[in-house]
């Protein structure tokens, strides 16, 4: 399996960039999706996940500014974000999961950089 992100790039605070994700294979087959982040010095954190049911969680620090949805049609997992903050600078990527307690496939990162 292979996920490639993109999207990712340089914006203000208040501004706002659209991540993607693109699966090598059908996203309906995968039971979830998710879209972690990295900052420097900092562990990999959850940012959003979606089911293959459409159901959506996200990080307490993300909630009412980030949206995850994906496109079963065009094997393609999104992320909207909004009212961006320096805190979101990272590196982002996407994984999914064949199964609910299986491992993640990851993709490489795409690097987002807030600019305050």
């Known amino acids: 399996v292979q996920l490639q992100a993109s999207g990712g790039g340089l914006a203000q605070a208040g501004g706002s960039l659209r991540l993607s994700c693109v699966a090598s294979r059908r996203t309906f087959e995968f039971a979830s999706m998710a879209w972690y982040r990295q900052a420097p010095g900092k562990e990999r954190e959850l940012v959003a996940s979606?089911?293959?049911?459409?159901?959506?969680n996200y990080a307490d620090i993300v909630k009412g500014r980030f949206t995850i949805s994906r496109d079963n049609a065009k094997n393609t997992m999104n992320l909207q974000m909004n009212t961006l903050k320096p805190e979101d600078t990272a590196v982002y990527y996407c994984?999914?999961?064949?199964?609910?307690?299986?491992?993640?496939?990851w993709g490489h990162g795409t690097l987002v950089t807030v600019s305050s």
């Open positions: 979606i089911t293959r049911g459409g159901t959506t």
């Open positions: 994984a999914a999961k064949s199964i609910v307690t299986g491992p993640n496939y």
